[in-house]
């Protein structure tokens, strides 16, 4: 540990990227769902306004081990030259439930969130897929890229945003982090084998008949009901693979509006665990959508990375 933080040992965000890196944070969100958890048991995710701006808690409980995110979403920070959300993760063993250790919540998340979507896209895209277009230029579409390139073999990685300079500082990063990748237009979904929507838009980010069948479409840029970033034409002709039925219908705006467009019926919906478990394979005759908000059991999957051993 890097050291303690209200006498209890301390993850830092340097720590756990060396411990638990994209292809183990994979790993670790496959076998939770292999071993047989359930999604559907993980406790809703909460809000509750705090200050400036609100916190959400996220609990959950996975074998030996419990563990709840807290985050604080603060909008005025980024004036202040801060996060505008910050985080921080206990773990404590479910036996006693006595707290074991914080982690760095911000860099949790930014490996579990990719980890998840690559463990769905591992799935749902095509053995040979190679051309990968992503939206979005933050810390999560790089991610994001980082984590599809550890699945498949890619030619062309395409980053399309609003503002150019960021677009090319993801660019950088990527092609340091060794993933060469340049940037893209919406255009360029049309021959995308895998598309990732890593955005905060309120409305769809493209023409969902641009994407062809067989193709693999990701969208994980939020987790309210009235946003989304596919439009229900898309969802409609697409096999939609969602974390949780029911935690979509709470929080994910891509499958409310569908659905409340008639697009979509929550039979329709698929999740993620019987994906993983072979119950459900890719389609080749349509698209292949997942959709993921962000569920508390995945924080813990991947924090139980640096769990300490007895």
């Not at 985080?87 to 969130?113: E, F, K």
């Not at 498949?152 to 950088?172: D, I």
């Not at 990063?173 to 995308?192: F, Q, S, Y």
């Not at 709470?250 to 659905?259: F, K, N, T």
Request: hydrophobic content about 45%.
């Amino acid at each position: 540990m890097t050291g303690t933080l209200t006498g209890l040992p301390f993850v830092s965000a340097a720590e756990l990227r060396e411990r638990v890196g994209p292809r183990r944070a994979f790993e670790l969100i496959e076998r939770a769902l292999l071993d047989g958890f359930d999604p559907a048991g993980d406790p809703a995710r909460s809000h509750t306004d705090a200050g400036d701006g609100h916190l959400l808690l996220m609990p959950s409980t996975l074998g030996d081990w419990v563990g709840v995110k807290v985050a604080s979403v603060s909008p005025d920070n980024p004036a202040r030259d801060l996060p505008r959300i910050q985080a921080v993760y206990m773990l404590m063993d479910a036996r006693t439930l006595t707290p074991r250790l914080l982690v760095d919540g911000v860099t949790l998340t930014s490996l579990r969130t990719p980890a998840t979507s690559a463990v769905a896209a591992d799935r749902l895209a095509a053995p040979a897929a190679s051309r990968l277009v992503v939206f979005g230029s933050g810390p999560q579409a790089v991610e994001h890229a980082v984590a599809v390139a550890g699945i498949r073999e890619l030619t062309s990685v395409r980053m399309v945003g609003r503002t150019p300079h960021k677009v090319a500082a993801a660019v950088q990063e990527l092609t340091g982090r060794g993933v060469p990748a340049e940037a893209g237009t919406v255009a360029d979904v049309t021959e995308a084998d895998i598309v990732v929507c890593a955005t905060s838009a309120k409305d769809p980010l493209f023409d969902g008949s641009l994407i062809k069948d067989g193709a693999c479409v990701v969208a994980m840029g939020s987790h309210e009901p009235d946003r989304r970033e596919l439009d229900a034409a898309l969802m409609g002709r697409s096999l939609v693979v969602v974390e949780e039925s029911g935690a979509a219908l709470r929080e994910c705006g891509d499958v409310v509006l569908a659905i409340g467009e008639g697009a979509l019926t929550e039979a329709d919906l698929v999740g993620l665990a019987p994906l993983v478990r072979g119950e459900v394979t890719r389609r080749t005759d349509r698209p292949n959508v997942f959709k993921g908000s962000g569920m508390s059991w995945e924080d813990l999957a991947v924090a139980v990375g640096v769990a300490p051993v007895d």
